[in-house]
């Protein structure tokens, strides 16, 4: 049974940095991409920073120079160091699972159902003076 488990979430002021981690089980972790999905209130699901199973980046522009993804295959975790935290950062962060190696990762809203074939429970950061 694949299961995700995130934490690491938070209350952190404006400004402020927090390091998410997702650990994961059920599965070959080092053969599968892995990304980080953010659900802003009011707002749709929104893709965040994605990690193919080569350790291959990539951010949305939103989050670029902030956010850096990575991943230890060795103790099937993913993590997502978050700095200079902005109030729109504010969202449950969800730890997802593409099924394939690499491959398209990008994706808003329903979209993001579809594309990632696992997802954790999700881990609340709130951006907050």
């Known amino acids: 049974q694949v299961q995700l488990v995130e934490s690491g979430g938070g209350l952190v002021q404006p400004g402020g940095s927090l390091t998410l981690s997702c650990t994961a089980s059920g599965f070959n972790f080092s053969r599968y991409a892995m990304a980080w999905v953010r659900q802003v209130p009011g707002k749709g699901l929104e893709w965040t920073s994605y990690i193919s199973g080569a350790g291959r980046v990539d951010h949305a522009d939103f989050v670029k120079a902030r956010f850096t993804i990575s991943r230890d295959n060795a103790k099937n975790s993913m993590y997502l160091q978050m700095r200079n935290l902005q109030h729109d950062d504010t969202a449950v962060y969800y730890c997802?699972?593409?099924?394939?190696?690499?491959?398209?990762?990008?994706?808003?809203?329903?979209?993001?159902?579809?594309?990632?074939?696992?997802w954790g429970q999700g881990t609340q950061v709130t951006v907050s003076s």
């Open positions: 997802t699972k593409l099924p394939a190696f690499d491959g398209r990762y990008y994706c808003f809203g329903d979209d993001c159902r579809r594309l990632y074939d696992a």
